[in-house]
Structure formats: C-alpha cells, structure tokens
C-alpha cells in the first residue's frame, strides 16, 4: 500500500477500530517517510452470488427482489421494517453459507418462507401463496392446516 502523499510503501499502523458490525476494520496509519496520517479500510470481498432460475438460466443475486416479495407479503401486518431488514440479513446469510456461490431458486425461496414463517403466519402463507403458484383455495386450505401445526 502506497502512502497518497508520498508514494512511499513504509508506514505503520497507529490506531485500529473494528465497525459495530465488525466487517470493516479501519485502520489509522502513519507514513515512516513524510510523516503524514492517512486512513485504510479493510474488509472481506464477497463472492457475487448467483441464481439459478428454473429455466437454468443465471442471474446475480438481487436482495431487492426478494426484498419486494417479503414486503409485500408483509403489507398491514405488524412487522416492522427493522424486523424486515434482519430477515434479509439472515437470508443472505443463509445463502452464502451454501457450498456454492451458485444457489437454486428454489432453494431462496425454502429459506424465504422457513424464515417468514417464524416471523408471522399470514405473511408466510401469502409469500408461499406466490411463491409456489397456488391456483386453488384448496392449495389455501392445506397450507394454512399446516401452518396452524407449527407453533
């Protein structure tokens, strides 16, 4: 790493702080040659993850259109937009632990409607209502029985 001032590639560290989120360390450093302070920040590259749509075809991983399902899934009920934002977190979270940066949809959606269903049941039977493509009101009748199992 080159100083910005000077060029130079001999500095030290002088101070480092890790973020409330400890995914970005910010480290003070100081040039050895023209004794100016300067400020790097570290963190982990993610791997661009991708979707494998039913058709086989790929798409990079886009949280807002999940987001988009959830949130309209979750349109009038009592859930806040922070409780919304960790669902995401915990999603993407999911995803990335796959050993694969290559995930199914199918598999997006599983975790999807495993997570809302623990964060409330009208907002899980409409996102798998969409989801798994219910044309029926029996299709309705069978998820909500076994929704109304699961505690």
Known sequence: MKCPYCSSTEHRVTDKRETPNDMVTKRRRECSKCSKRFT???????????????????????????????????????????????LMHEIEAELRKQDSNEVESTIVGQIAMEKLLHLDKVAYIRFASVYRDFRHLKSFEKEIQAVAKVK
Do not use: M, W
């Open 40 to 86: 790097t920040y570290e963190q982990v590259e993610d791997l661009e993850l991708f979707i494998i749509k039913k058709d086989g075809s790929r798409d990079p991983f886009d949280t807002n259109k999940i987001r988009r399902g959830i949130i309209r899934a979750c349109e009038k009920r009592p859930i806040s937009i922070e409780k919304i934002n960790n």
